[in-house]
């Protein structure tokens, strides 16, 4: 009878083991299915920050597109003019400035006006006065970084954005543009030189002046 007891005891205590343990392995399994599930929310929230994010840039790219096509259709078309002042280095690193103009249709667009007051160079068409000046913090960014690919030259060295691209116009004039580092076109030379050196000075004097002030002209009535 006294080991009837005992070993009754001996299997209770056994009992109460087993179902702790199968209570702590159950609690184990619970908690790791919490951290796997916790673990999923997060990559789910990962990704659809990464979509949200790559819309918003899907749909800023897109924007900028359409502006860029719409300033390309209004843009003058180019012509046999007479060739700009020759630059020389001397005032290519003389102070200039970027002026702001307001068109006649309400939009907006800048140049650049080396230290011996010839406008340089000219942007494309903006919607708005912030958009433009969006536009001169464009150039100060991408200007100093920008390398130059010559495509008057036989073989051309494809350069990575930023860059100036130096070119022949319809007249078999020298001119450039500045390519931002997304590809757009964000300033371009407003009339043709005679010289490769002068255009080159034209280029200096953008970069020159990368930095300068900006005025807003009034408008004309």
Not at 157 to 165: A, D, L, S, Y
Request: hydrophobic share 40%.
């Amino acid at each position: 009878m006294f080991l009837f007891g005992r070993r009754k005891k001996r299997l209770e205590r056994e009992r109460l083991a087993a179902e702790q343990a199968a209570a702590a392995e159950q609690a184990r399994i619970a908690e790791e299915m919490k951290k796997a599930e916790e673990m999923r929310q997060a990559e789910l929230a990962q990704k659809a920050e990464a979509a949200r994010k790559a819309a918003e840039i899907a749909a800023a790219e897109e924007a900028a597109a359409a502006e860029q096509a719409e300033a390309a259709e209004q843009a003058p078309a180019e012509v046999a003019e007479a060739p700009a002042e020759e630059i020389s280095e001397e005032v290519a690193k003389a102070n200039g400035k970027f002026e702001i103009k307001r068109a006649s249709d309400g939009r907006y667009m800048f140049n650049v006006r080396a230290g011996n007051t010839q406008v340089i160079a000219s942007s494309q068409m903006y919607s708005s006065m912030a958009s433009c000046k969006n536009g001169i913090a464009s150039v100060g960014v991408n200007a100093p970084l920008a390398a130059i690919e010559d495509q008057t030259l036989q073989t051309i060295n494809v350069e990575k954005c930023p860059k100036f691209q130096i070119y022949f116009d319809k007249a078999g004039q020298y001119r450039f543009n500045l390519i931002a580092k997304n590809g757009n076109n964000i300033l371009s030379c407003t009339q043709g030189y005679r010289q490769k050196s002068s255009c080159k000075n034209g280029i200096k004097s953008v970069i020159a002046n990368a930095s300068a002030p900006t005025e807003i002209l009034k408008t004309e009535k």
